[in-house]
């Protein structure tokens, strides 16, 4: 089959009822965006579900392809008991990926079968009507505007294209944070991403100045980057959900429809 969309969404543990509490009400727009990427995601029918994130802590100049045959999701260092999901995986276009990649881009299959809040936090909204999906955690490089990560993106476009399902990606990530609490913001990084997104021009995403990228602290760029390298041949129009900006923290929901 192919590729079928695209998806850019927040993961801020605060989105998560059991976590966020009380503050849910600050997210409303963000919920609501996120609601209907996954009515979209849905309607599309996928097989595989395949989450990027900049979150790399493990190795971070390698590109991580988590493959696991059980993934489970829980906020316990957030203080919810109670939340316990758990995902498949694809397993045979993870070891596809990885054996494409391994002679070209630093690249390395680890089985960590406790997700982090990073692909938590999506995957507890998937729990009603996308949990029968499978799925594939890959962490991006933690290089600041890495281009690897959009080689990264094309090679992950040509297992798509060659494989029998149907593929929907989504980019895991906030915009621009306070490096401190007292801290003021810089939403330079958010107003250029938003524009260029809203232009479908992922090209000049990669031409952010690196200077603009560092000081927005933000974790979405390496993911986008790679989703650049994806949708690099490909036409499709953009959709902006939401954005705002709650508590420090740049929350984007956005899709490309194909």
């Known amino acids: 089959m192919s ?3 695209a998806a850019i969404l927040p993961h801020n543990p605060l989105l998560v009822p059991t976590v ?4 849910q009400t600050y997210f409303k727009s963000t919920l609501q965006g996120i609601e209907k990427t996954i009515e979209f995601i849905e309607s599309l029918n996928v097989d595989t579900i395949i989450i990027l994130s900049s979150h790399n802590t493990i190795v971070p100049e390698t ?12 906020f316990t260092k957030f203080g919810d008991l109670n939340t316990n999901l ?7 276009a993870a070891y596809r ?3 494409s990649l391994e002679t070209k881009l630093p690249v390395s299959l680890i089985s960590e079968s406790e997700l982090d809040y990073n692909f938590g936090v999506i995957l507890y909204f998937f729990k009603n009507k996308l949990y029968q999906k499978s799925i ?3 962490y991006s490089t933690n290089k600041q505007n890495d281009l690897q990560n959009v080689s990264f993106g094309e090679a992950i476009i040509n297992l798509i294209n060659n494989d029998s399902q149907k593929f929907f990606v989504i980019a895991s990530g906030d915009l621009s944070h306070q490096n401190k609490p007292s801290a003021k913001v810089n939403t330079q990084y958010d107003h250029l991403l938003i524009k260029n997104l809203k232009q479908n021009n ?3 995403v990669t031409d952010i100045p690196l200077e603009i990228i560092i000081n927005a602290h933000q974790c979405i760029h390496n993911p986008i980057l790679i989703l650049s390298g994806i949708l690099n041949k490909i036409n499709f129009s ?3 959900y939401s954005f705002e900006n709650i508590f420090g923290v740049g929350l984007l929901t956005a899709v490309m429809k194909l």
């Open 238 to 240: 953009t959709e902006i």
């Open 3 to 5: 590729l079928v969309g």
């Open 86 to 92: 758990s995902y498949k995986t694809n397993t045979r």
């Open 136 to 138: 594939i955690p890959i």
């Open 97 to 99: 990926l990885k054996e």
């Open 20 to 23: 966020g509490l009380q503050n």
């Open 202 to 204: 992922f090209k000049q």
């Open 63 to 74: 590109f991580l392809i988590n493959l696991c045959t059980e993934y489970k999701v829980n």
